[in-house]
């Protein structure tokens, strides 16, 4: 993608900052850009956050832009395929 904007994605990324994620993704809605979102530092994430970011990605699409999750970690992916989202965040290779 290369006009995307990036989103990083805190060590800690649960309830107590998905209000803070919500407004940092809903100001990029109006800028017809695709998201790339960088999950490599979480260490603990929860199903608002996953939820969140799921609906997001649905946004997009209807927009006809992409997101993606770029380098995914482990706790990020198996918390993503406990909750049966990781195809929803295309996660699923």
Do not use: C
């Amino acid at each position: 993608m290369a006009d995307a904007t990036l989103i990083e994605l805190d060590k800690i990324s649960d309830i107590s900052k998905v209000e803070a994620l919500h407004e940092k993704l809903e100001a990029l809605l109006g800028s017809a850009a695709s998201v790339d979102i960088d999950a490599a530092r979480v260490e603990r994430v929860d199903t608002a956050t996953l939820q969140l970011l799921t609906v997001f990605f649905r946004t997009l699409d209807r927009h006809h832009l992409q997101a993606r999750i770029l380098n995914p970690s482990r706790t990020f992916a198996d918390t993503a395929r406990l909750l049966g989202l990781a195809d929803a965040l295309n996660l699923s290779n």
